[in-house]
């Protein structure tokens, strides 16, 4: 059980898909927001695993997971998460978006693949919005 003062390890992809970026627009209580895919690490998993399989999941293509990047953290109602942020690359050049058969109980509700970013564009985490500035 995790106890609720302590952050949950998180792991997110930014795939490089010829210098375009996939963000994920998940709908929220507050409306939506922008995101990249990943998610928690399960309890004995490694952080590259988990990122391949939450991948896998939420957009339905396999990556192949590269260098740590950056860090950032969020909190949403009182969990705390801190989240690593890995260079990725699609292990296949024919990728086809899905996001029909996540099976977690967050709702994405959209998709792009984005070549810059401009800050205020589109509703993000402030972290995340500074690690996509940075690339």
């Known amino acids: 059980m995790n106890n609720m003062n302590s952050p949950l390890p998180a792991v997110k992809a930014l795939i490089n898909n010829n210098d375009?970026?996939?963000l994920l627009e998940q709908s929220t209580s507050n409306g939506s927001i922008w995101t990249l895919p990943?998610?928690?690490i399960e309890f004995g998993e490694?952080?590259?695993a988990a990122l391949q399989r939450e991948v896998e999941e939420e957009?339905?293509?396999s990556v192949t997971v590269g260098s740590p990047i950056d860090i950032y953290d969020f909190q949403y109602d009182s969990v705390h998460v801190v989240a690593t942020v890995f260079e990725c690359s699609p292990e296949n050049q024919n990728i086809m978006v899905d996001t029909s058969s996540n099976p977690a109980d967050e709702t994405i509700i959209g998709h792009e693949w984005v070549s810059n970013f401009q800050p205020g564009e589109r509703?993000?985490?402030e972290?995340?919005?500074r690690v996509f500035q940075s690339v």
């Open 38 to 40: 990943g998610g928690k």
């Open 59 to 61: 957009v339905g293509f």
């Open 20 to 22: 375009r970026y996939l």
């Open 123 to 125: 509703v993000m985490n």
């Open 46 to 48: 490694a952080p590259r």
């Open 127 to 129: 972290g995340l919005s």
